[in-house]
């Protein structure tokens, strides 16, 4: 595991965007898994001032989406379909047609999940997915007790997510269940980049970096993934405890050519 504590959710959000900017420059038509919530958005207005001044562009690159929230369609003011719209696919140049999202509103949830499960292979996998974290250790909507080697599927909301995400909303009824990816799903991604900000995450990426790996944090799961790149500001690195040890990576990092990879 690669992990980087930056002086800032600024500094992260442009670690992120260089990580992902490589990537496309390296292989254009890369498959990019793409997250929603709050932490992404600075990587997203970043990737966007890369298109628009540094000519970074998105072409041909594919997407596949973490989650959507079940019986809700791609125009609900809370769906993730129109988050994404709003935070990233509306502002660079992505053909529509090669941005792919579960469909919340299916008549089929569990057909849905498998088609996508399906796509994903066919499409060749996943490059690069990105990933948040709950403060509840979740990844996706794979809450605490998901299986570790889970598969796209329906699965109910806790009720911190209910909280977290803030759902209710005197027009609208809560959903409290989504369609996500599953953590083997997410594991077999080439690579992953985590990004946590701020001090509600601390616990979490504690957990999810240096406790045992348990169905209790879900993000444990990427201790698993042997091309994993974490990304965190002071204050969500706050309870690790290899800190000293991330420092002296850190230093050993700038002694070596850019090109000799990860250590
Ligand atoms: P957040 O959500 O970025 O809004 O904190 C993270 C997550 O739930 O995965």
Redesign the pocket.
Same mark, same amino acid.
């Given at each position: 595991m690669d992990v980087w504590i930056l002086e800032s959710a600024h500094a992260v959000a442009v670690k992120a965007a260089d990580i992902c900017g490589e990537l496309i420059q390296r292989k254009p038509d890369a498959r990019l898994g793409l +997250?929603t #919530? +709050?932490?992404p958005q600075a990587l997203y207005a970043e990737l966007i001032r890369r298109n628009r001044q540094d000519h970074l562009s998105f072409a041909h690159v594919e997407t596949f989406n973490l989650d959507e929230y079940l019986g809700i369609g791609p125009d609900h003011p809370q769906s993730f379909h129109r988050a994404m719209r709003d935070s990233l696919f509306a502002e660079v140049d992505i053909d529509p047609a090669n941005t792919h999202l579960l469909r919340g509103d299916s008549s089929d949830p569990v057909a849905e999940a498998r088609a996508y499960e399906a796509l994903i292979k066919r499409r060749g996998g996943i490059d690069l997915q990105i990933l #948040? *974290? #709950?403060r509840n250790g979740? *990844?996706g909507f794979n809450e605490p007790g998901s299986s570790l080697g889970s598969r796209t599927r329906v699965k109910t909301l806790a009720r911190a997510t209910l909280r977290?995400n803030q759902l209710g909303h005197p027009d609208f009824e809560e959903p409290i269940m989504a369609i996500t990816m599953g953590i083997g799903t997410i594991l077999d991604a080439r690579a992953l980049v985590v990004l946590a900000t701020g001090a509600a995450k601390a616990e979490a990426v504690a957990a999810a970096l240096e406790g045992p790996l348990a169905a209790i944090c879900p993000a444990s799961a990427i201790q698993l993934h042997p091309d994993a790149t974490v990304v965190l500001d002071p204050e969500a690195a706050a309870d690790l405890r290899l800190t000293d040890y991330y420092e002296l990576v850190d230093q050993a990092r700038r002694r070596l050519p850019r090109t000799s990879g990860r250590i």
């Open positions: +997250a #919530g +709050a932490t #948040g *974290i #709950g979740h *990844i977290d």
